[in-house]
C-alpha cells in the first residue's frame, strides 16, 4: 500500500483541533448524559420502560428527519460569518437551554404528564440539537483536505468527546447521592442545569475558532429564500438522490447503523447487569461500580483504542483499521459472559480493553471516511456537499439511536424486567445477559460485511483529490 507525506499547508493548527473536539464534546455529553438520565424515568419516577423507550425513540424519528434539511440549509447559507458556525452558535444555546428545561420533573406529577412534558420539550431540544450538530459535522469534513490528516482530526474530536463518557458515568452516582440531593428526581433537575449550561459553552467554541472552507463553486449554491422555496424543495430531494447514489457512503452508513444500533441497545443493561446481576438489586452495595465501568470504558477508548485504530489506518488504511476494530470489539463482548461474575466484580473490567475498540474504532474512521466520499461526489457531481452528506451519515446514526432506545425498551420488557421490584428473576437476569452479548455481535458482523467491499483507499483518496485540483483548484480556508 502506498504512502503519501501530508503537506504542512494541510494541517489543521492544535488549536482548531481543540476547539472542534471541544464541539464534539457537547456533541457527545448530551447523548452520553441521557443515557445516564434515562434510568432515572424508570428507576426513580416509575415510568413504564416501554413509556421511557418511547421517550428515547419518539424524539430521535423527528430529529433524523430534519437533519438533512439542515445540512442542506447549512451547505447554501450565504452569510458574512460563513455557512456553518452561525448555526453552531445558535444550536448550542437552544440545545442548551432546552435540556435544562426537560428534566423538570417532578415524581408528584402522574406518569402520563411526565410523560407529554418531557416529550414535547425533547422535541424542541432535539430540533436545536440538530441545528448544532449537523453544521459542526460538515465543517469537520471540510477542515483539511489530506486523507491520513482528517483521521487524525477526528481521533482528536473522538478523544476529547470521550471525555463525555468518563464524566457521564458519575452523573448516576451525584443524581442518587443523598448527603448532596434530597431525591434521585431533584438531582436530575439540579444537574440537568449544570449539563446544559456546560454543554452550550463548549458548543460554541467551534463557532468562534475554527475556519471554514472558501466553497470553490459558490455559484451551484442555492438561494435560500421564499421565493424559491418551491425549487429549493426540488433541489433538496434531488441532493439526498444523489447522496444515496454514493455506493462508498451507504456501506458507511449501514455499517454504522449496525453497530451502532447494536451499541446502543445493549447500552443501558451494563448498568442492569451490575445492579442486579452483581447486587442483587442493591443499588446501594452496587456504589460507584457501574459508574468506574462506564468511565473506564471511555478512558480505554480514548488512550488505547484511539491510538492504535489511527496508526492501523495510517498503515493499513481505513477499512481494514475499522475490519479489525470490529472484530477486537466482538472478543470482547464474548468476554462479558464471564466478565460479570457475581463472586469478583473486579473481573467486569476485562472485556473493556477489547470490546472499547467497537464504538472508538467506528466513529475515529467513520467520520474521516466520509470526509473522503464527499471529495468522490465533488468529482462526480461537481459541488461541496459535506452538510448533506453529515445530515444523512447522522440521520442513520440518529434513526439507529432511535431504534435501539424503542429496542432496549421492548427487550427488558420482553425478558421479564419489572421496574417495581428490586430482585429480578434468574431466568430475566440470564436473558438479560444473553442479550447484552447476543446483539452487538450479530450487528457487529453484519457491519464488516457491509463494508468488505469498499475501495477509496489512500492511492484512489489522492487520486480524486488530485483531479479536483486540475478542475477547480486548491481549496482555500477563511476565519469569519
Known amino acids: 500500500m502506498k504512502h503519501y507525506k501530508t503537506d504542512p499547508k494541510d494541517i489543521v493548527p492544535v488549536g482548531e483541533k481543540l476547539a472542534f473536539g471541544s464541539g464534539h464534546l457537547a456533541n457527545q455529553l448530551f447523548p452520553a448524559a441521557l443515557g445516564v438520565f434515562m434510568v432515572v424515568l424508570v428507576m426513580s419516577l416509575g415510568m413504564n420502560p416501554i413509556l421511557a423507550g418511547i421517550l428515547g425513540a419518539l424524539p430521535r424519528f423527528i430529529d433524523a428527519l430534519t437533519d438533512p434539511i439542515m ?3 447549512s451547505d447554501n447559507t450565504k452569510s458574512k460569518w460563513g455557512r456553518r458556525k452561525p448555526y453552531i452558535l445558535l444550536g448550542s444555546v437552544i440545545s442548551g437551554v432546552t435540556y435544562m428545561i426537560m428534566w423538570q420533573l417532578n415524581p408528584e406529577n402522574s406518569e402520563l404528564y411526565n410523560f407529554f ?3 414535547v420539550i425533547s422535541i424542541f431540544f432535539y430540533v436545536g440539537y440538530t441545528i448544532f450538530a449537523t453544521p459542526l459535522i460538515g465543517l469537520g469534513y471540510e477542515m483539511t483536505p489530506d486523507y491520513n490528516e482528517r483521521t487524525r482530526l477526528m481521533a482528536v474530536s473522538q478523544f476529547m468527546g470521550q471525555l463525555a463518557w468518563v464524566i457521564a458515568p458519575w452523573f448516576w452516582v451525584i443524581i442518587y447521592d443523598q448527603s448532596l440531593f434530597e431525591s434521585a428526581p431533584q438531582g436530575a433537575k439540579i444537574m440537568a442545569i449544570w449539563v446544559g449550561g456546560l454543554c452550550m459553552i463548549l458548543g460554541i467554541l467551534p463557532a468562534l475558532f475554527n475556519k471554514e472552507m472558501i466553497v470553490p463553486n459558490q455559484d451551484k449554491m442555492k438561494d435560500l429564500t421564499m421565493s424559491e422555496l418551491s425549487n429549493n424543495a426540488k433541489e433538496f430531494i434531488n441532493g439526498i438522490k444523489l447522496t444515496l447514489k454514493n455506493k462508498p457512503f451507504l456501506k458507511l452508513c449501514g455499517a454504522t447503523f449496525f453497530i451502532f444500533n447494536g451499541f446502543q ?5 451494563a448498568f442492569f447487569i451490575i445492579v442486579y446481576y452483581l447486587f442483587n438489586g442493591d443499588t446501594g452495595a452496587a456504589g460507584h461500580w457501574p459508574a468506574w465501568f462506564g468511565s473506564i470504558s471511555a478512558l480505554a477508548t480514548m488512550f488505547l483504542v484511539i491510538p492504535v485504530v489511527t496508526k492501523i489506518s495510517e498503515k493499513f488504511g481505513k477499512k481494514n483499521a475499522f475490519i479489525v476494530a470490529t472484530l477486537i470489539s466482538i472478543i470482547g463482548y464474548m468476554l462479558k459472559w464471564w466478565g460479570f461474575n457475581p463472586t469478583n466484580p473486579w473481573l467486569m473490567f ?6 472499547s475498540f467497537g464504538i472508538g474504532g467506528l466513529f475515529t474512521l467513520m467520520m474521516s471516511m466520509t470526509a473522503d466520499v464527499c471529495d468522490l461526489d465533488e468529482l462526480n457531481n461537481g459541488e461541496r456537499r459535506e452538510g448533506m452528506f453529515g445530515a444523512v451519515y447522522w440521520w442513520m446514526v440518529k434513526l439507529g439511536t432511535a431504534i435501539a432506545m424503542l429496542t432496549s425498551g421492548v427487550v427488558l420488557h420482553y425478558i421479564g424486567f419489572d421496574e417495581s421490584i428490586k430482585v429480578q428473576t ?6 438479560l445477559r444473553i442479550a ?3 446483539i452487538p455481535i450479530v450487528t457487529a458482523f453484519i457491519a464488516i460485511i457491509l463494508v ?4 477509496i483507499t489512500e492511492t484512489k483518496a489522492r487520486e480524486i483529490r488530485e483531479a479536483l485540483v486540475v478542475r477547480r483548484g486548491k481549496v482555500a480556508h477563511e476565519d469569519k
Open 452 to 455: 468488505w467491499k469498499y475501495d
Open 350 to 355: 476485562m472485556p473493556i480493553p477489547f470490546l
Open 436 to 438: 447484552d452479548i447476543a
Open 71 to 73: 445540512g442542506f440549509i
Open 117 to 119: 412534558y418531557f416529550l
Open 265 to 269: 441497545t445493549i447500552a443501558q443493561f
Open 426 to 431: 434468574t431466568e430475566t437476569l440470564t436473558n
